[in-house]
Each structure stands twice: as structure tokens, then as C-alpha cells.
């Protein structure tokens, strides 16, 4: 089973940037579709963003400002976010182990990582 540790999250100001990354035990491309997912107090977890290889997806209220990407030689997963807004705060994770359905549904995926704070103020 993969073990997956996110780090990067942090504290910043509205319109600033974050850079997460997930360093996983095995090399990322073996565990396809990768995603990351956040949860804020007192509400259900929700999809970011997920990539299999070339092909990515991402929630409409990240897109156009979130960047999901991997290093399969480093075992990385990355979720670039820029422009940030005081919604995007709450706890990330990374997910892997896919088990089918929506590629952005929590449920779908087996392994977890033990998350990373985002917190963004106004």
C-alpha cells in the first residue's frame, strides 16, 4: 500500500499562492488516477483536482487557478495554487488507490495522506 505525505500548506492573503506537494512510497504513475481533495470545518470533503498521466481535471471553482501535476521520477504529486481566496481554506489531501466512479469524488480513492492546512485570509 502507498504511503502519501503532503507538506507546503501554510498561511497567506487573498490573491497570494501556495505550492502543496504529496511525496508518495511509490512512484506516483503506478497508482493513476492521483487527486487532491480539501475539506473545511463543518463541511463535506470536496475534489480539487485529479490527473492520470497527461490528462487532468479540476474542480470549477479551482480552474483557471489551480495546477495539478506529478514527478514520477521523485514520486510527487504538486497542486500549484494561485490567486488563492479565503474559500480555498481548509485542510488538502492527496489521494490515491482509485476505486471507480467520479474521478473528483472523495469515495473513489483508498489511500490517504495526512493533509496539509490552507488557511486564507482577506
Known amino acids: 500500500q502507498v504511503q502519501l505525505v503532503e507538506s507546503g500548506g501554510g498561511s497567506v492573503q487573498a490573491g497570494g499562492s501556495l505550492r502543496l506537494s504529496c511525496a508518495a512510497s511509490e512512484s506516483t504513475g503506478n497508482y493513476y488516477p492521483l487527486g487532491w481533495f480539501r475539506q473545511a470545518p463543518g463541511k463535506k470533503p470536496e475534489g480539487v483536482a485529479t490527473i492520470e498521466g497527461p490528462l487532468t481535471s479540476y474542480a470549477a471553482s479551482v480552474k483557471g487557478r489551480f495546477t495539478i501535476s506529478g514527478d514520477n521520477a521523485k514520486r510527487t504529486l504538486f497542486l500549484q495554487m494561485n490567486n488563492l481566496k479565503p474559500e480555498d481554506s481548509g485542510m488538502y489531501y492527496c489521494?490515491?488507490?482509485?476505486?471507480?466512479?467520479?474521478?473528483?469524488?472523495?469515495?473513489?480513492?483508498?489511500?490517504w495522506g495526512q493533509g496539509t492546512q490552507v488557511t486564507v485570509s482577506s
Open positions: 489521494a490515491a488507490g482509485y476505486l471507480g466512479g467520479p474521478r473528483l469524488a472523495h469515495t473513489g480513492y483508498n489511500y
